[in-house]
């Protein structure tokens, strides 16, 4: 259903809302990884991850009459705060529908980027009768977070620019390392460099003990993770794959990586010292592959994305005292 | 001497080699100063700070059997590290001349860009004799961390990339904060901006104890600061505005603005959460004023550029613990 068409009406649609992020490196983490290493700071687009790609290009999309009742979501991080400021820099209502025990920090957030939250109890709520009852009152859409062709679209536009940013640097052969939730950024990504960037090859990097899409891949159908909590990757903890992004995951993608929460923080610590950049764990399993699994990888060249920023301050301190 | 004719030479001579920094912002950030905040977020440079720019410019401009013989810098900082990085790409050796109680941190960092680090005593040693004593011996050549038309030319290259992205966000009138030490970057970018957007007006800012800059401009001529030490924001601490800098400043800029350490800390606190940037405090201080002192400043919208990103991590930590 995605497809390169999609992805560069897409990257039409975002041209002046989305960032285009730059490609970061330093010598000191080439010395460490022996090959070079470029950083795709997800983390510096627009609400700190590259879920507002996603989010606008899902809103864009829209008919202006359906776009004009509002939006839903469900989720309590990165996915909602995208497509909250994408519906309020449209001008129409977003709802987020939460648990009651998300952090705080979120919930605030959330509603600072304009975002109705409706909270719900985890134990006797059913989110997604909460959710179906909202939207047929309002006549809202519901914008999920990968498994939606216009999200996956709007993410591949990063691929878009990894192809034009590698292609600028001379660079035709590269491994992409792609920190990896429900597979929609990788899936995009994956869809855009096919074409733009053929010598470009995907690898989804995930956090131990949540590695369904490495099992999945391996496998050749769809695994699901034992458990979806105790990891601080939790921006991108899913269930399993999605729908629509494993089949092109399957097709485009090598084999998936895994790294330790100790190798996450790490990595967070040296793009502190050498990057000047803010990443969260989730976002920084990439990083941490290209940096301290380098046996995992071939080539001269690896690009990891920095998929997000939205790391709590205590966490990046204590990161920071072990590692920095 | 500094030219706008000499800024676009030198961003000619950069194009490939320097990042071009984007322009970043957060609607918390606007809601903080009460206008549209933007950062250019120099920390993004190579080596952490914009005077890679300078470095670079003042290197490519030297013609090859000078260059070829080396260069000479006496810094402990940003600039130090700018210029050996510029060298080592040129393929020649940099010598940095640095007093022995500089931070260890700051002398192996150096080091690992490239450079021949030559340490000197500060009480009995006399840097100027040892530095001249070298130059002459090897043929190096001396760059000057803002006294020197190629320097005030590289860095007037980060003041072209507001011009540009300003135009593109269709805006044409802002003031345009920037941290200042002995002036190259302001200087700099006042010239960029004079021609390519008139509308946009450059104001210096410094730390409270350190204004020789602000002190300067209001009297017309030359101030020193009291003492050189002391500071956090030790990256833009000069004796005095230089002789080239000041009269473009002077010309140029509008009043200088001043900020607290204090002030410094919380930008940098705000930057990390906002927007996923490591910020020094030296380089928090334009942020600082835009965010803390917005009736120092007119107008719908206020660029901030941070000019580098080489914090201590206890220091960063401490920033975060208090204000984050």
Redesign the interface.
């Known amino acids: 259903m995605s497809s390169l068409d999609m992805i560069e009406a897409a990257a039409r649609r975002l041209q ?1 809302h989305a ?4 490609l ?1 490196g330093s ?2 983490l080439d010395d460490i990884a022996g090959r070079r290493v470029l950083v795709k ?1 997800e ?2 687009q627009h609400t ?1 991850s590259f879920k507002f790609r996603g989010g606008w290009s899902a809103l864009s999309a829209l008919d202006p009459a359906t776009r004009a009742r509002g939006v839903i979501a469900f989720s309590s991080g990165n996915h909602a705060q995208g497509v909250t ?1 994408a519906a309020k820099l449209h001008g129409v209502p977003a709802v987020i529908v939460m648990p009651s025990d998300a952090p705080r920090i979120k919930v605030e957030n959330t509603r ?2 304009g975002a109705e939250v409706v909270l719900y109890d985890r134990a006797s709520g059913d989110r997604d009768a909460i959710g179906a009852q909202l939207a047929a009152e309002r006549g809202l859409t519901l914008i999920k977070p990968y498994d939606e062709p216009q999200v996956i679209a709007g993410q591949g536009t990063c691929g878009l620019e990894i192809a034009e940013q590698t292609a ?1 640097l001379g660079i035709d052969q590269a491994e992409v390392l792609i920190p990896c939730g429900g597979g929609g950024l990788t899936a995009g990504v994956a869809l855009a460099l096919e074409t733009k960037a053929p010598g470009l090859r995907v690898r989804p990097v995930e956090p131990e003990g949540f590695d369904d899409v490495a099992r999945s891949l391996q496998s050749g159908r769809i695994e699901r993770n034992p458990r979806l909590s105790g990891s601080l990757c939790d921006a991108i903890i899913t269930p399993s794959p999605g729908e629509l992004t494993f089949p092109i995951m399957q097709r485009l993608c090598g084999p998936g990586l895994v790294v330790s929460e100790e190798d996450a923080l790490r990595a967070m ?1 040296l793009a ?2 050498r ?5 969260e764990p989730g976002g920084a399993v990439a990083l941490a592959a290209a940096l301290f699994h380098p046996a995992s990888t071939a080539g001269d060249t690896v690009i990891a994305v920095a998929s997000g ?2 790391a709590d ?1 205590g966490l ?2 204590q990161a ?2 072990t590692h ?1």
Not at 275 to 279: A, N, S
């Open positions: 002046g960032r285009r992020t730059p970061l010598p000191f700071p983390c510096l700190g400021l600072a980027y600028e610590a502190f010292t990057l000047k950049i803010v990443i920023g939205n301050s990046f301190r920071l005292e920095a």
